[in-house]
C-alpha cells in the first residue's frame, strides 16, 4: 500500500478453535451434519453478484474470491510489506516505475492449464487497457477505479517472466489484481461470473441461492487445504446469525454489530478478534444540488451532526470519531487536521446568514445491510432537525440500486462507508475527492486538490508524498464537501475451535485457510 514509520502496527490474531463441520441451509436440521466433514461455515452480508474479478464491486463477492484466485504479490498481515505470491521474486527499476516479476514454476489453475506471463498479460489488461481484445469496459470493478492510470504497458520477457510499466509507483497495488486463466476466458467468452478460474487452495464447488461452496483444489500451489471444504451462507438478520453461531452451526462471523459483544463475550464457544480499522464512514455532500452548493449551507450540517455521539453510543469501543478522511492508522494521518466541531448553535447562525428562515429539507439517500447503519441513520436524522434541518429518508433496497441511484444526483446527501486494504492514502483520498474519479459521486471539484494528489503519483520520497497527503486533507476538510463519522475496528466472532486462524487487515485469512485445521 515506505508506511512503516506513520502507520500503525497492526497485530495479528491467531486463533486456536476445531470446527464443527456443519451444512447451513434453508431447512436446516442437525440430522443434516456430516459429522466426519471438516467444513468452515462463514456467514456474509448478502449472496455474491459476480465473482469475476473484473466485474466485482462487492464486499461480498471479494470475501469468496479470495479464496478462489491470487495475486503476484500478497500483503504483510499488517499492510505495509508486499510477500511473494504467484511471482516468487520482482525487481523494481531505477525510476520505480517499471516491475519484473519471476513467476513461479508449474502452478495450475482450477482448469488444468498453467500459469504462465501471458496470464498475467491479460488479467491486468482486461482490467486496465481498453486496447486490448480482453478489455472489460462496464462495469469497472473496484480495484480498476482505484488503479485508473498506473499500468501503462505489460511486456512478456518470456513464458515465466513479465514486466509492468507502471505511470506511477505503487507496489502494493499488485498484491489487489487478480489472475485468471486465459484458457477459462476463452472458454467462458470472458464470463467468469459463475463459473471462476483461479490458481487459489479452493474452487468453486456449487453455488445455490445464498450458499456458495468451496472445495480444496488438489493441485494448488498453497499445499492442499486442511479443511473440507468452506461454506459461505447469508441469514435473514444478525439475530439468527448470532443464534447459529452460538449454537456452533456458523464458524466466523465478520462485522459482528456492537450490540452482540456481550453476548457472545459470555459465550465460551465463541472468541471475538478485532482486525483492520481503514475506512471511514462519512455523510457526503450532493455538491451539484442547489442547497449544497452554499458552503454556510455546508457547515451547517457538518456541525449539526454529533459524531462523537454516534462513536460513543453505537460504537461501544469498536468506533472512533473521524477528525478527517484519513483513520490514525493510516499513512498521512495528520492529528492536527480536524473538521468543524459539533456545534448546533452556530449551525442555526449559518442556516440564518444562507437565508434559512425556518426549515431546511435535505433528501438522504442511504442503503441499510444491517440493524447497526438503521440506527445510525435514525441518529444522524435526530441530530440536524434539532437545528430546523430536516432530512427526507431514501433507503434502497440493495447496493445495486445505491449505486445507481447515487448517479442520478436526486439527494442532497448521501451515507457511504470506505474501506481499504491497505494503510496507503491515496486508496482512500484519490477515488473520493479526484474530481475525475468514477466514485466522486458528490461533484466535489477542487483544481488545487487534483494537483497535490497527481503531483503525490510522482517518484518523491515517501515522506514528501505523505505530506502531499496530510495537505490535500486539509484542503477536503476547509472545503466540506463531507461530514466525516466514524472509523471502525472490525470484529469478528469465530468459533473457539477453529486452529491457525489469522485475519489480515481487510478481515480475509491471511494465508487464504491453506492451513487452517479442524480437528
Known amino acids: 500500500m515506505s508506511w512503516q514509520s506513520t502507520c500503525r502496527e497492526h497485530r495479528a490474531r491467531t486463533l486456536a478453535i476445531p470446527l464443527l463441520a456443519v451444512a447451513l441451509f434453508v431447512g436446516f436440521s442437525p440430522a443434516s451434519v456430516i459429522a466426519a466433514e471438516r467444513i468452515l461455515v462463514q456467514q456474509f452480508p448478502s449472496p455474491p453478484v459476480s465473482l469475476d474479478p473484473a466485474k466485482s464491486n462487492h464486499i461480498q463477492d471479494d470475501q469468496v474470491m479470495?479464496?478462489?484466485?491470487?495475486?503476484?504479490?500478497?500483503?504483510?498481515?499488517?499492510?505495509t510489506r508486499m510477500l511473494p505470491g504467484l511471482a516468487e521474486r520482482w525487481e523494481t527499476s531505477a525510476d520505480g516505475l517499471t516491475y519484473t516479476f519471476r513467476l513461479r514454476k508449474s502452478v495450475r489453475f482450477h482448469d488444468g492449464s498453467?500459469?504462465?506471463?501471458?496470464?498475467v498479460k491479460a488479467s491486468y489488461e482486461r482490467q486496465y487497457l481498453p486496447a486490448s481484445p480482453f478489455y472489460i469496459s462496464t462495469p469497472p470493478n473496484a480495484y480498476e477505479r482505484v488503479l485508473s492510470g498506473l499500468v501503462k504497458e505489460i511486456r512478456v520477457l518470456d513464458s515465466h517472466t513479465v514486466a509492468i510499466v507502471t505511470n506511477y509507483s505503487r507496489p502494493q497495488q499488485f498484491a489487489l489484481v487478480k489472475i485468471v486463466s486465459p484458457q477459462a476466458l476463452r472458454a467462458t467468452t470472458g464470463n467468469l461470473s459463475r463459473s471462476p478460474v483461479g490458481t487459489g487452495p479452493f474452487r468453486l464447488d456449487r453455488w445455490e441461492g445464498n450458499s456458495v461452496s468451496l472445495v480444496p483444489f488438489a493441485q494448488s500451489w498453497h499445499g492442499r487445504p486442511k479443511l473440507d471444504g468452506v461454506r459461505f451462507v447469508t441469514q435473514a438478520s444478525n439475530a439468527e446469525t448470532m443464534e447459529r453461531l452460538i449454537a456452533g452451526e456458523i464458524d466466523l462471523f465478520l462485522n459482528v454489530p456492537p450490540d452482540f459483544f456481550e453476548q457472545l463475550g459470555a459465550k465460551s464457544p465463541v472468541s471475538l478478534v478485532k482486525f483492520g480499522g481503514l475506512n471511514t464512514m462519512f455523510l457526503g455532500m450532493q455538491l451539484d444540488r442547489p442547497a449544497m452548493k452554499d458552503r454556510r449551507i455546508r457547515e451547517a450540517v457538518v456541525r449539526a451532526v454529533n459524531r462523537e455521539r454516534l462513536a460513543a453510543v453505537l460504537g461501544r469501543?469498536?468506533?472512533?470519531?473521524?477528525?478527517?478522511?484519513l483513520p490514525p492508522n493510516c499513512g498521512g494521518f495528520d492529528p492536527a487536521v480536524s473538521q468543524p466541531p459539533y456545534d448546533p448553535e452556530r449551525a442555526r447562525t449559518l442556516l440564518m446568514d444562507a437565508g434559512i428562515?425556518?426549515?431546511?429539507?435535505?433528501?438522504?439517500?442511504?442503503f441499510s445491510p444491517t440493524e447497526l447503519w438503521s440506527e445510525i441513520v435514525l441518529a444522524i436524522k435526530a441530530d440536524p432537525e434539532k437545528v430546523g434541518i430536516r432530512l427526507e429518508l431514501l433507503r434502497t433496497q440493495s447496493w445495486n440500486e445505491f449505486y445507481e441511484e447515487r448517479k442520478k444526483s436526486d439527494h442532497d446527501l448521501y451515507l457511504y462507508t470506505w474501506s481499504i486494504s491497505t494503510p496507503d492514502p491515496e486508496r482512500l483520498i484519490y477515488p473520493l475527492f479526484h474530481s475525475q474519479s468514477q466514485d466522486n459521486f458528490g461533484r466535489y471539484a477542487n483544481p488545487r486538490l487534483d494537483r497535490l494528489l497527481t503531483d503525490a503519483r510522482q517518484p518523491m520520497e515517501e515522506a514528501r508524498r505523505l505530506q502531499l497527503y496530510s495537505e490535500a486533507t486539509r484542503l477536503i476538510v476547509s472545503d466540506l464537501p463531507a461530514r466525516f463519522l466514524v472509523h471502525r475496528i472490525g470484529m469478528a466472532a469465530v468459533?473457539?475451535?477453529?486452529?491457525?486462524?489469522?485475519l489480515n487487515l481487510y478481515g480475509h485469512p491471511q494465508d487464504k485457510l491453506a492451513r487452517v485445521e479442524i480437528p
Request: no cysteine; aromatic share 6%.
Open 317 to 325: 469501543g469498536v468506533m472512533t470519531a473521524a477528525k478527517s478522511p
Open 357 to 366: 428562515a425556518s426549515e431546511l429539507s435535505l433528501r438522504l439517500l442511504y
Open 114 to 119: 498453467l500459469l504462465d506471463a501471458e496470464a
Open 495 to 502: 468459533n473457539t475451535r477453529v486452529k491457525k486462524l489469522t
Open 66 to 79: 479470495w479464496l478462489l484466485y491470487d495475486a503476484l504479490t500478497q500483503l504483510s498481515v499488517d499492510g
